[in-house]
Every structure is written in C-alpha cells, then in structure tokens.
C-alpha cells in the first residue's frame, strides 16, 4: 500500500532541482579552475562568512580534519587562500580567502543570469525567497 504524497513533495522536489542546477555548475567551475569540488566548497564557505580556522571549516563542511590540512593546501599552493597567524591566538592560524575576483569571474555567467532572475522580481518576492532559503538552509545546517 503506497502513502498518499505529501502536501509539500513538490517544494521537496523544487529544492532537488535546484540542488542538482547547483551542483552541476559547481562541477564545471571545479573543472574550469583545476580544483575539487570539496575545495570550491571550503573557499565559498569562506568568501561568504570570512576567516576562520581549519578546525571550525572542518566543522562547518563536515569534513574530517586531515582531509581539510589537503584541502587548505591545495587552495593555498593554487594562491586561493592565504593561512594567517591568529591575532588573539599565536598558536592558531585564520584561512583566508584572496582570490574572491578570480572566484566571481569563474560564476560570472552564472551570476548575470540569477541577478537577471531577481531584477525581475517584486521586492516582496525576492524577500520571501530571502526569509526561505535561509530558513531552509538554517534547517539543514542545524542537522
């Protein structure tokens, strides 16, 4: 006997889509600047929240901690990042990212396309879709 679909399945299968739209694009720019796609996902982790130690990184992409010391050091051998002593913490270092440019021109196409999207919104609908993915995302980050 199948269950009746839920009520929300097409929101569920929305956010699928645009997760697999995401991803894809992710592939490619990976591909385009010769990096992981776990790297691109620690440098825009980065690039959006700032600094931070490779500890709270590690956290924050559920990545184990040696695998993140490989991937600091490719990010920071292509000239991604940068490891900066902590100034509260002379035992600790901050990863920064320094290739924010670099980064934006790799989602260049990708950028002009979404703006495209948002200009033609009512502020009204763009802030409902603010107040929605970051409660989605909150949601899943609290996993």
Known sequence: MNAAPHANEPLLLALRRLRTALAARDRLVAEAAYLKESDLTVFEVLHREGP??????????????????????????????ERRPDGNDRRSI?????????FNTL??????????????????????FLDSITDIAQALEDY
Do not use: C
């Open 94 to 102: 901050r990863v920064h990212a320094t290739s924010v440019e670099r």
């Open 52 to 81: 931070q130690t490779p500890t709270a990184l590690a956290r924050r992409t559920n990545t184990h901690l040696a695998t993140m010391t490989g991937v600091l050091t490719r990010l920071e051998k292509e000239g991604w990042i």
């Open 107 to 128: 989602y260049a196409e990708s950028i002009s396309q979404l703006y495209a999207v948002f200009d033609r919104w009512q502020p009204a609908q763009a802030q409902t």
